[in-house]
């Protein structure tokens, strides 16, 4: 699978810390091998508009898409508790 990030999600990651970038990166090489992963927890965020979402750590999560053999990388942001 290929990766491709959107603005959105650019702009978001530069305001990360490095912990939880290193967090990213981590989850994003699960993502790519498996979606997956047990540590992943990914699941349908939004059906309506084929939306995923997946764990980076316990206060973050990404969203995504899945286009045919590529992962669209949404966002990235705290996740409400």
Same mark, same amino acid.
Not at 40 to 48: G, I, M, P, S, T
């Given at each position: 699978? #290929? ?7 650019? *702009?978001?990651? +530069?305001?990360?810390?490095?912990? +939880? ?7 994003? #090489?699960f993502?790519?091998? %498996?979606l ?9 965020y %939004? =059906?309506? %508009? ?10 973050? *999560? ?7 053999? +590529?992962?669209l990388?949404? %966002?990235?942001?705290?996740?409400? =508790?």
């Amino acid at each position: 699978m #290929k990766v491709r990030f959107a603005e959105p999600f650019s *702009r978001a990651y +530069t305001k990360l810390s490095h912990q +939880t970038k290193q967090n990213f990166e981590k989850q994003l #090489k699960f993502l790519i091998r %498996n979606l997956r992963h047990p540590s992943l927890h990914a699941k349908k965020y %939004n =059906e309506a %508009n084929d939306v995923w979402q997946a764990r980076v750590d316990s206060k973050y *999560r990404f969203y995504f898409q899945i286009l045919g053999e +590529t992962y669209l990388i949404l %966002n990235i942001f705290k996740h409400p =508790e």
